[in-house]
T-cell receptor, first 111, second 115 residues
């Protein structure tokens, strides 16, 4: 069964700094991969997804992620953090079962 | 499109009471999912439906939990009797299908507090 590991339950960056949130998946076959964002007291919003084709995918709010099969990774990045990026981010995978989520990473942005 | 609509947004109830959470999926989506979010366990899939039929309820924690989908536009998650450990945020999500590249659209959730 597929699973997702997010390294770091909490990441703190300064405003304007690079954001890097790590996600590794466990699957014998490359799954479909997703990043969701959850703002306080809200539902989950799809940021971006990898299905097939180009391994670098761009999403909303300036975020992007790169699928690396050799590393079984799908890390999320943003070149310059903004205060409004403070939220919880979830990596998720679909292959043979419905969407399975990682534990989440809380991103704090310091002014 | 109004998205996935959940009600109520907040529910506070006493232990032992029955609680019913409601969900209206996006029109045309064939799959509906109920997730529970807690600090300890993260996001867990409780049950999901395809074309109004329950497919997998292995995530339902106990017999106190039940879910129905009487038609394509409505689903309920019921807890009877409720216990303090059921306190969590419950999310409903829908998708054109349960697998594949679509991803799921989530509602805003119901925050349940059992006292």
């Amino acid at each position: 069964a597929q699973s997702v590991t997010q390294l770091g339950s909490h990441v703190s960056v300064s405003e304007g700094a690079l954001v890097l949130l790590r996600c590794n998946y466990s699957s014998s076959v490359p799954p479909y991969l997703f990043w969701y964002v959850q703002y306080p007291n809200q539902g989950l919003q799809l940021l971006l997804k990898y299905t097939t084709g180009a391994t670098l995918v761009k999403g909303i709010n300036g975020f992007e992620a790169e699928f690396k099969k050799s590393e079984t990774s799908f890390h999320l990045t943003k070149p310059s953090a903004h205060m409004s990026d403070a939220a919880e981010y979830f990596c998720a995978v679909i292959l043979n079962t419905p969407l399975v989520f990682g534990k989440g990473t809380r991103l704090s942005v310091i002014a | 499109d109004a998205g996935v609509i959940q009600s109520p947004r907040h529910e506070v109830t006493e232990m032992g009471q029955e609680v019913t959470l409601r969900c209206k999926p996006i029109s045309g989506h064939n799959s509906l999912f109920w997730y529970r979010q807690t600090m300890m366990r993260g996001l867990e899939l409780l049950i999901y439906f395809n074309n109004n039929v329950p497919i997998d309820d292995s995530g339902m924690p106990e017999d106190r939990f039940s879910a129905k989908m009487p038609n394509a536009s409505f689903s309920t998650l019921k807890i009877q009797p409720s216990e303090p450990r059921d306190s969590a945020v419950y999310f409903c999500a829908s998708s054109p299908r349960d697998r594949g590249s679509y991803g799921y659209t989530f509602g805003s959730g119901t925050r349940l507090t059992v006292v």
